[in-house]
């Protein structure tokens, strides 16, 4: 008989990707008994060291998502200044298991629900009482018993095991009102990729294909734009399975992907049409990262309409800004280019409707798989975005937990509250500042002003401010004084430099926080230098100064800090950062 085990959590997050981590995450910070029950051995999902897809997220100045997932990177860059893949998977299994309200779950996958019928909140039809996952490592089942249930899975298990409605395929431009061609729905979707990933070595390095290797030419790299020697070479059109099931045939796929892939090495190393005799193979990949698969239907459906109008949404938790990045059914066989591109505004923004189910009362989502058409998720679909949508559903099911409501519950009534807690995590939201207490904005304050206490946590068009915060020599005194108040909280923002242009390397090394292929001189990667890397933060009660934080060798773009009391004072004092400059930018010191 096989072993089986019963787990109680107030939320359980099924897939550990970016999104899965950035809601198990979140949902512990705020309190919430979580359980993250993740199929795979190492967490990531396409981007960990098994897919080695790049995370990428909004175009334009300071749009760079920041939250959990800054917080992963800043810290991947002072682990991992190689940029090493091994490295990388020990930065996000770190990340998990430090949370003390996590149970971690891994080669686990999730195979059946138990679920009720009846007359629930909001006119909800299903609820889900407990999810059953199967660790083949120990050979147990997991009973997972949860208040709410969180799909981050990509491939929406929990909507075939429960009943939840979704859709996969493409919509007509009639359904929705879209600005696209396709006159009729159909099933053809973005497929799939087996990546590789080469190196650059001192020395001739002689490749033999195996015999079932895919037979390519120069023909089939026609409109690729095959470049080994370009950092931002990832091989991402090798791509198949979009006019097929991209759940049900994935193993079929793969055994054609598996192929393409080492052919695809093999024309690169013996064609004789690209210099590559000092290049080996340093990864390939033999599970497929997908792009598309059941997408779940929630209150509200966002439309590539929605994001190409910028719509504006009173219950915007998150923002997207990739292009519409449509890839063809056919994948690395379509005749021409293999995809189209439409730039989109950026940011725009994303309702949390999106995020939960339209009939199943306690299921919420977040990845490539929330309430959106085909095309809208040719954005929304990338790894940067699905973080901001991972932590807004992992606070919200927190919050709903907490209060004994649905996640309907907190769109109906505290909204508000969630879009202030995900902004006191340091989520952007567009078109909203962060709150601060009136008392702050009126106490007397040594440097700065209104520019540490205006809500805005970074320097953005849509603040109509270039500049954000102020600098402040290193070893200078930002002090609150006079106060004699309650307070709650203590909110600090420094510059991680948004942009990047501080770290080594060309566009793609910055941009990207790993690299695909590895050059004889590919830079050594360094903490952005604006950033503050040490500081103190007291306060003085009874004439007494007292030291809350102090932080050596920072790695942390924003800090929300509890206090205790009515303090007198408040004092921020900054101490240096990584780079050389002996003045430290600050964008937010402000309480509430």
Known sequence: MLNRKQLDADVCVVGGGISGICAAISAARNGAKTVLMHE????????????????????????????????????NYYRNPTKNYYIWDTVLYDFVIREKNITLLLNCSCMDAVTREGEFDHGRKIHIDMITGYQMTTQTFFDVKAGIFIDCSGDSILAPLTGADFRMGRESAEEYGENITLKSQNRGIMGMSCLIQCRETDRKIKFTPPEWSTKLNRADFADKNLNIRKSYENFWYLELGGDRDTIADTESVAGELIPLAIGTWDYIKNSGDIDADNFELDFLGFLPGKRESRRMMGEYVITQKDISGDVMFPDTVAYGGWELDDHFSTGFYSKGAVNIHIETPAPYQIPYRSLYSKNVDNLMFAGRNISMTHTALSSIRVMATCALLGQAAGTAAAMATGKGISPHGIYEDHIGELQDRLMNADCF??????????TCTTAELSAGGSALRNGEDRPHRLYGTKNCGIEVLN?????????????????????????????????CERYHSMRCNTYLDSPMMCMPKTLCREFILTVKKNGKEETVLKVENNRKR?????????????TLTPISNWGDSDRTRVFSFDFR
């Open 40 to 75: 795979r051995s190492v967490l990531g999902g396409n981007a960990s060291s098994e897919i080695r897809m790049w995370i990428c997220g909004a175009h334009g100045e300071n749009n760079r998502e920041t939250g959990i997932l800054e917080e992963i990177l800043l810290e």
């Open 558 to 570: 924003s800090y929300d800090i509890e206090i205790d009391g009515t303090p007198e004072e408040i």
């Open 475 to 507: 070893g200078e005194r930002i002090s609150y004084k006079h106060l004699g108040c309650g307070i709650s909280h203590v909110h600090i923002t420094f510059d991680s430099d948004l942009n990047r242009v501080t770290l080594p390397g060309d566009n």
């Open 429 to 438: 939201i567009p078109h909203r500042r962060r709150a601060v207490s009136k």
